[in-house]
Nanobody, 115 residues
Framework: QVQLVESGGGLVQAGGSLRLSCAASGSIFGINAMGWYRQAPGKQRELVATITSGGRTNYADSVKGRFTISRDNAKNTVYLQTNGLKPEDTAVYYC?????????WGQGTQVTVSS
């Protein structure tokens, strides 16, 4: 089993920045891709960004140029640097890890962007 713990969310004004972190523990040897998803009230969960163990990244069009995903394999931690935040970025952000074809999720961290 893989455990994921997110941190770094909070309340920020539009244009501000936050750095989200997700630390993985447990059966981490099988983890390949990790990523961030988000879910706003009344909306479905959506992909924000992913990164493979080799460092290949993928971003949602809505965050390209503003968000950066990175990964420290030695610390089993993935980060999401969010810049230029907009009110529409307000959501619960969830960390995801894929291990042997199984998806694991963190408990989520709230990001609120005020206008």
């Amino acid at each position: 089993q893989v455990q994921l713990v997110e941190s770094g969310g909070g309340l920020v004004q539009a244009g501000g920045s936050l750095r989200l972190s997700c630390a993985a523990s447990g059966s981490i040897f099988g983890i390949n891709a990790m990523g961030w998803y988000r879910q706003a009230p009344g909306k479905q969960r959506e992909l924000v960004a992913t990164i493979t163990s080799g460092g290949r990244t993928n971003y949602a069009d809505s965050v390209k140029g503003r968000f950066t995903i990175s990964r420290d394999n030695a610390k089993n931690t993935v980060y999401l640097q969010t810049n230029g935040l907009k009110p529409e970025d307000t959501a619960v952000y969830y960390c995801n890890a894929n291990s042997f074809g199984h998806a694991h999720w963190g408990q989520g961290t709230q990001v609120t962007v005020s206008s």
